[in-house]
């Protein structure tokens, strides 16, 4: 989710929805320790619970990064086991670790002896010829010797040569079932859906053969949609903020981004499907799209799209 979950979709996200965990862009070992760390890692405090996602495949890297994310307030570490990018290749890590669980299991070990946050994989089902389910099996089993509890599963397989990272998204089957044998087969671990869910009812209904279910580009492109999570995953009340009660909750936000340099269209990217499926929709991202890149574009483009949807 590069470019996608970024600290300002998850504030807009979090009005959406109170209880849904969520996650950062990937983050590399290479950015974590000698990057910009005020850029990359800060957040506000509503985004909580919150998951830092990194990429990587040197033990004490990893650990260190687990230790700087931690010490910036994350909820959890994540380690992507499942990207298929040549860039993430050329790295060494990613869906090409798939191909050595040995490795992540002693990434997995030093970051738990590091901090008491959880440190939790997310994988594939499958990479390239080592696709079968005992390799899956395998996999879950060496890793979670190490003290990983919770592997976040993307039910596709990867392909590392032939296939872009969009491609590797869509064209190998899903295998959901092969998710839920893993629950079936690990019982004591928790197992986490991932692809190919399109609404929360469809997540609510997988429930019952796995903990849990991530939604990834269908929540970016359609955010609304997390508006039922609170009720139907978590049994509490819903939000009761409207679309519209979400757009002027952000404007204060919006305001304090501004006046720290950050241009509108950086925020307003994230906010083109708030009203998927709403008459005035095409005119709420046509407005946001032409006025939020003017230098001087401030709430009022905020403003004035949102009222191009109320009267279409």
């Not at 990983?148 to 032939?162: D, E, N, P, Q, S």
Request: hydrophobic share 40%; glycine share 8%; with cysteine.
């Amino acid at each position: 989710m590069l470019d996608c979950t970024d600290r300002l979709f998850r504030y807009f996200a979090r009005l959406i929805s109170r209880r849904t965990l969520l996650y950062s862009e990937m983050l590399t070992t290479g950015a974590i320790l000698r990057g910009e760390q005020e850029r990359l890692l800060r957040f506000d405090p509503l985004e909580r619970p919150l998951a830092l996602q990194v990429g990587g495949s040197e033990p004490a890297e990893m650990a260190k990064s687990a230790r700087i994310a931690e010490s910036w307030g994350y909820d959890e570490v994540n380690v992507n086991v499942g990207c298929p990018s040549e860039r993430v290749q050329s790295g060494r890590f990613g869906a090409c670790l798939m191909a050595e669980p040995r490795r992540v299991a002693q990434c997995v070990a030093e970051m738990r002896a590091a901090v008491r946050i959880p440190v939790t994989v997310k994988t594939r089902i499958g990479v390239d010829q080592r696709d079968r389910y005992e390799d899956l099996a395998e996999f879950v089993e060496v890793v979670a010797t190490a003290g990983c509890h919770t592997f976040i599963v993307h039910a596709r397989k990867a392909w590392l040569a032939g296939l872009s990272p969009k491609e590797n998204r869509e064209v190998p089957p899903l295998r959901h079932d092969r998710v839920q044998r893993l629950k079936q087969d690990f019982p004591h671990l928790e197992i986490v859906l991932n692809g190919g869910i399109s609404s929360v009812e469809q997540a609510a209904g997988l429930l019952s053969g796995v903990d849990g279910v991530m939604i990834g580009r269908e929540a970016y492109h359609n955010p609304w949609m997390l508006a039922e999570a609170d009720a139907l995953i978590f049994g509490e009340p819903p939000v009761t903020l409207s679309r519209q009660g979400v757009i002027e909750a952000l404007l204060p936000f919006v305001e304090q981004e501004l006046a720290a340099g950050t241009p509108l269209h950086r925020i307003t990217r994230h906010l083109l499907g708030l009203f998927q499926g709403v008459p005035g929709a095409r005119a709420w991202r046509r407005h946001l799209s032409e006025q939020a890149y003017r230098p001087e574009a401030g709430i009022e483009v905020l403003r004035a799209a949102a009222h191009r949807v109320r009267t279409g």
